[in-house]
């Protein structure tokens, strides 16, 4: 069983940054992937960014590429997200979660954080 506790959310100006934590317990997030989706009101939840297990590659959602970052520190057993030049269209429940494998989806989810981009 892995607990994932989400944190850093709350209210920015469009063009400012923000910097989420999910931090895991019960088991190491090291075996796993482990993602960031956001759900904003009245739309699914979508895919933000992603981090594989092992060598670290990365993967992420057009909306946000070349604004967001994630990155992963096992010895912290924590997972990052960066966000920069965050938009109003930002603006969303932000959630992490693990997957021992990509294909077989996410089996691990936190509670999520607000973001909220006032523009």
């Known amino acids: 069983q892995v607990e994932l506790v989400e944190s850093g959310g709350g209210l920015v100006q469009a063009g400012g940054s923000l910097r989420l934590s999910c931090a895991a317990s019960?088991?190491?997030?090291?075996?796993?992937?482990m993602g960031w989706f956001r759900q904003a009101p009245g739309k699914e939840r979508e895919f933000v960014a992603a981090?594989?297990?092992?060598?670290?590659?990365?993967f992420y959602a057009d909306s946000v590429k070349g604004r967001f970052i994630i990155s992963r520190d096992n010895a912290k057993n924590q997972v990052y997200l960066q966000m920069n030049s965050l938009k109003p269209e930002d603006t969303a429940v932000y959630y992490c979660?693990?997957?021992?494998?990509?294909?077989?989806?996410?089996?691990?989810w936190g509670q999520g954080t607000q973001v909220t981009v006032s523009s």
């Open positions: 979660a693990a997957t021992k494998a990509f294909a077989s989806g996410y089996d691990y």
């Open positions: 019960g088991r190491t997030i090291s075996t796993r992937n």
């Open positions: 981090i594989s297990r092992g060598d670290g590659n990365t």
